[in-house]
């Protein structure tokens, strides 16, 4: 069955860095886009960042833009997201999720990021 696994989320403080892992299976990763979405309390979902199957194209979220950076790794599966220069206002549930062929989504459980000194 299709699963995503994301890991890498913690407790940072103001200024540092965190690296997201979200390890695919079950499906073709490798036609499939990727994305990062986050949710922090109270708000709605939003897109962080998006990559391409062949991780030509990549989209950011102004608020991340020069801090964030998506990449993948089509032989492990594995889509990443780093984090530089994190905020308060970074915290949230970050979520994985697959675009696959044919219009057929999925989601990871998520991973909590808490920026706080």
């Known amino acids: 069955q299709v699963q995503l696994v994301e890991s890498g989320g913690g407790l940072v403080q103001p200024g540092g860095s965190l690296r997201l892992s979200c390890a695919a299976s079950g499906f073709t990763f490798s036609s499939s886009l990727m994305s990062w979405y986050r949710q922090a309390p109270g708000k709605e979902r939003e897109l962080v960042a998006r990559i391409s199957s062949t991780a030509w194209t990549t989209d950011y979220a102004d608020s991340v833009k020069g801090r964030f950076t998506i990449s993948r790794d089509n032989a492990k599966n594995t889509v990443y997201l780093q984090m530089n220069s994190l905020k308060p206002e970074d915290t949230a549930v970050y979520y994985c999720?697959?675009?696959?062929?044919?219009?057929?989504?999925?989601w990871g459980q998520g991973t909590q990021v808490t920026v706080s000194s």
């Open positions: 999720k697959a675009n696959r062929p044919y219009g057929a989504e999925n």
